[in-house]
């Protein structure tokens, strides 16, 4: 997404938003493996972290 950003004395510069990506340890067909995911889908439990 993109869009701008406002300051107080009402200037617009462009920013854009970035997902927040982790990398993550987790095991994916008995394997242990280390993979980058947002932590929305972490959070939801699409995929579960190893510990």
């Known amino acids: 997404m993109s ?3 406002v300051s107080k ?3 617009h ?3 854009v938003w970035k997902p927040n990506i982790i990398s993550v340890k987790t095991e994916l067909g ?3 493996m280390h993979i980058k995911m947002c ?3 972490l959070k939801t ?3 579960t972290k190893k510990v």
């Open 39 to 41: 932590t929305r889908c």
């Open 9 to 11: 004395s009402y200037n």
């Open 13 to 15: 510069s462009r920013r």
């Open 3 to 5: 869009g701008n950003k």
């Open 45 to 47: 439990g699409y995929v």
């Open 30 to 32: 008995g394997t242990t």
